[in-house]
């Protein structure tokens, strides 16, 4: 809680409004089998918030009465939900493209050595994180023995077809500074990371997102405890572009806790700052069964800054070329 309480104040950060909506991001739960350093959610293997059966169907008929694009699903590791097979297997069914956040290292645990068939079958795209093609910086933020374990799920990816050239089933890996810094440029770094990752491990994939560590939950805990809370913010502010405003993901993307709440981003979700009805009560996805939230007000703090730094961050990578 303390690595929230300095950015929950009155910012300067530009109003926003929403546009079209065209991404349901649904956080399954916080169970995860990894406790990375950059975690912005906190989650781990103790964390017992999970999303019901119950929640998954409102999401499910959510996206049937306004027929969404793309269902994002994220953690925790999302695949540890129990009904996680039900709710890719029913969005599928609609035509909704669906999107895996994977830890890479879940394709190996105990009662899920069978996941990637599942995902390959479906044609649920992987976004898979990595932040670095060097084992000891992928260990160092997540763990040891982590980046041997995602080598070996990205060969077993690639062996059933993701990220192949002219193949239908999309992976993308993820890039995550390891400090308070920018990330470097998106497009030449995964030159970089498409020459080192086929030379040493024969692994291909389709992109790589660059995306900027949020200063909130684990990761800005750590910054405060090392008296680099305010530099690094400083550091977001100096480096805003007003060219990133427009395409920011809350302008086409709302995000859904475990229990069905709603919250213009996944970080507002991780700062419990939910989406308001009139009454000032907090939204839930079913209350929104029959509204259309284009034009509404984006609630807005000093980590937004965050999504507009250098050459902007979302869920989908940079925001500049």
Known sequence: ???????????????????????LQVNLGYL??????????????????????ETVQTVLDYLSAHQIKTLDLTGGAPEMNPHFRY???????????????????????????????FLAEHRVEVVASLPCYLGSNVDAQRGKGVFDRSIRALQQLNQLGYGLEDSELKLTLVYN?????????????????????????GIAFNHLFT???????RFGSTLISR?????????????????????????????????GFV??????????????????DRTHLSDLMQKDITGRAIIVMDHCYGCTAGQGSSCSGALEG
């Open 1 to 23: 809680m303390h690595a929230t309480l300095p950015l929950l104040k009155e910012s300067d950060f530009p109003a926003r409004r929403r546009g079209k909506l065209e991404t």
């Open 32 to 53: 995860c089998n990894q406790t990375c350093l950059h975690c912005h959610v906190h989650a781990g293997p103790r964390r017992k918030e999970i999303m019901s059966k």
């Open 87 to 117: 709710l890719v297997n029913q969005a599928c069914s609609m035509g909704v493209r669906v999107i895996d956040r994977c830890n890479l290292t879940i394709l190996e645990e105990d009662g899920y050595e069978d996941m990637a068939a």
């Open 177 to 201: 500074p390891q400090g308070p810094v920018l990330p470097p440029s998106q497009q030449e770094l995964e030159v970089a990371y498409k020459r080192e990752l086929h030379l040493r491990y």
């Open 211 to 217: 995306i900027t560590n949020m200063p909130i939950k």
């Open 227 to 259: 008296g680099e809370f305010a530099s690094y913010m400083q550091l977001l502010k100096e480096s805003y572009s007003e060219e990133n405003l427009s395409d920011v993901m809350c302008r086409s993307l709302i995000s859904i806790d475990w229990q």
């Open 263 to 280: 919250y213009d981003c996944d970080f507002n979700q991780m700062l419990d700052l939910p989406m308001k009805q009139e009454a000032g």
